[in-house]
């Protein structure tokens, strides 16, 4: 069943005409009394699977912690999510379930841009908040769109940070890109070509494959007959993994970069030592950063809501969105509504979570820009100088 947009003005004004029953004085869907309805789409099965699963982990242990705490305003968090795949289609069935079947109150934890992409239009027609996406692509922060709540850097910032990193050794003159065929590809593509443009350079070469394959031939020769110094590679871990082993086997010695989405821990258990000296920018700290309260925070939350699972800097990430969402929710009020959620983010300055500041206002809807460049050494990533 698809989700028309057509229905979806018709379909808001008949949930927010009625109550729901057990519902507070708000008369939006998803809150009651003692609870707070939560929606996530996201890949949980397919090639990206570990990105939504660890999303998906990051988010539940933060509400687990806040649940254990109390709740919010005498609220229980109550978390459902289900699987798009990574599909554009699919993200827009899912997406139309939980806000017209499921009635929830607000969305969280979307991963990838062809989803974000086609599920921001449904939240600004049906005015839910749509809060931290696992992505960083400019079509969902300019303009800002008032139900979208981005929370993590950038692609521009991750594309300027690699750039920069990689153009301050003498030896890289010529810097390619191998990137996912749509609009996350396209996003990073813009990025990384911005910031060599900044430094009056040009891009040597580009390269693609399409989404959910794992058919990188074609992208690769156009990379390799460029011979780059290094490669910008756009893409899930396991297209990444495969790009880097047949570059490997070419010949190609360039220095090899990749961004946040490629899910860290994911790709270095794929590509195995293959991976050593890879440069990946990330949107939050080391989550195994024992000096900071944040990360600290984390992996109790993760260790008590899932034992067996082991720290991610996807699941950091899940974790880090929950919690300003969380804030958002507490600033709102006892007198909950999304509206009072949206204008409590637009007012909410310099958030310190023990290891991250964020800040948004009715103009900016991304609440942190700071990226951290990593390099894969001993079989994790570790910062880089």
Not at 12 to 34: E, H, Q, R, W, Y
Not at 138 to 153: D, G, K, T
Not at 324 to 329: H, R
Not at 345 to 356: C, I, K, T, V
Request: charged share 20%; hydrophobic share 45%.
């Amino acid at each position: 069943m698809k989700f028309a947009h057509h229905r979806f003005a018709l379909v808001a004004a008949l949930i927010s005409a009625v109550a729901l029953p057990g519902a507070a004085a708000a008369t939006d869907p998803g809150i009651k009394d003692n609870e707070i309805l939560i929606g996530q789409c996201a890949a949980l099965t397919g090639p990206t699977e570990r990105l939504g699963t660890g999303m998906n982990a990051g988010l539940k242990a933060a509400f687990d912690e806040v649940n254990a705490q109390g709740g919010i305003h005498g609220r229980q968090i109550r978390f459902l999510s289900d699987d798009d795949a990574y599909d554009p289609d699919k993200c827009v069935e899912c997406t139309g379930k939980m806000i017209e079947d499921k009635g929830v109150f607000a969305l969280a934890g979307y991963v990838g841009t062809p989803t974000g992409k086609v599920a921001a239009p449904m939240v600004q027609e049906y005015k839910v908040p749509l809060v931290g996406l696992f992505t960083g692509a400019m079509l969902l922060r300019e303009p800002v769109q008032r139900y979208v709540i981005n929370i993590r850097a950038s692609y521009d910032d991750e594309a300027e940070a690699l750039v920069e990193h990689l153009t301050r050794n003498p030896a890289v003159h010529k810097i390619a890109v191998f990137y996912q065929n749509d609009s996350f590809g396209f996003s990073v593509l813009s990025g990384v070509e911005k910031a060599l443009t900044r430094r009056k350079l040009v891009l040597a070469a580009k390269g693609s494959f399409e989404r959910n394959t794992l058919d990188v031939k074609g992208g690769l020769a156009a990379v390799l007959a460029a011979a780059p110094d290094a490669v910008v590679i756009v893409a899930p871990y396991e297209p990444t993994a495969l790009f880097v082993r047949a570059a490997r086997e070419a010949g190609l010695k360039a220095q090899f970069a990749t961004i946040s989405f490629v899910g860290t821990e994911s790709l270095i258990s794929v590509l195995g030592t293959a991976s050593e000296g890879m440069l990946i920018s990330q949107v939050v700290p080391s989550p195994t950063d024992a000096s900071l309260a944040l990360s600290r925070d984390y992996q109790n939350a993760l260790k008590k809501s899932a034992p067996a699972a082991a720290p991610t800097y996807v699941s950091f990430e899940g974790y880090i969105d929950a919690r300003v969402l969380i804030a958002g929710l507490d600033l709102a009020g006892k007198d909950l509504s999304r509206e009072k959620l949206i204008d409590a983010f637009q007012g909410m300055s310099h958030l310190d979570l023990g290891g991250m500041v964020f800040s948004f206002s009715p103009t900016n809807h991304q609440g942190s820009n700071t990226v951290y460049v990593t390099t894969v050494k001993d079989g994790k990533a570790q910062p880089t100088p």
